[in-house]
């Protein structure tokens, strides 16, 4: 079961990536050295699903993501996983609540793909509005202090 799942997520994923286009979010300053960003997703239909959401990472660093489809009052989607940028696709095992990360990601433009699955309607010939949410927050690489550098870091002790 589990191996069906995985092929079809990755199956979700190629598709997406040449059909699919991905909605931007943009990260916003928190305090200095952390950004963050909220996206959403909806589905009016049942089925399997690769959403995804491009981003442009600010800093090096590194960043954790949250996803959430517990709102009351619309039917929730099971995560199936997700990839981000070129990095390796990572199975979830369908939650509908994930926290991922922290992951290292270096400054420049990112791609994050989202496997889901939206539930089907609770009753006949009613509509399945399914939907969750996503937040990113990323951190940037702390700075060593100047005392803490060595000869490796900078190529001169102290300097």
């Known amino acids: 079961m589990r191996t069906a799942i995985r092929a ?5 994923a190629l598709s997406a990536s040449a059909f699919a286009q991905a909605i931007s979010v943009i ?4 305090v200095p050295g952390q950004y963050s960003a909220t996206f959403e997703g909806t589905h009016t239909s049942a089925g399997n699903f690769a959403d995804r959401y491009d ?10 993501i949250t996803l959430d489809s517990t709102s009351v009052g619309v039917l929730s989607v099971a995560f199936q996983g997700y990839q981000l ?3 390796p696709l990572v ?4 939650t509908s609540h994930e926290t991922i990360g922290p992951l290292p990601i270096r400054v420049g433009p ?3 793909t989202i496997g ?11 509509p399945a509005l399914t939907s969750y949410t996503g937040q990113i927050i990323i951190n940037a690489l702390p700075i060593p202090e100047p005392e803490t550098w060595s000869v490796d870091d900078c190529g001169a002790v102290g300097a």
């Open 8 to 12: 079809a997520l990755a199956a979700l």
């Open 27 to 30: 990260p916003d300053p928190v």
């Open 55 to 64: 981003f442009g990472s600010p800093v090096d660093g590194a960043i954790s």
């Open 85 to 87: 940028t070129s990095g």
């Open 91 to 94: 199975f979830l095992g369908g």
């Open 110 to 112: 990112q791609l994050l």
């Open 116 to 126: 889901l699955q939206a539930a089907p309607p609770l009753a006949p010939d009613s």
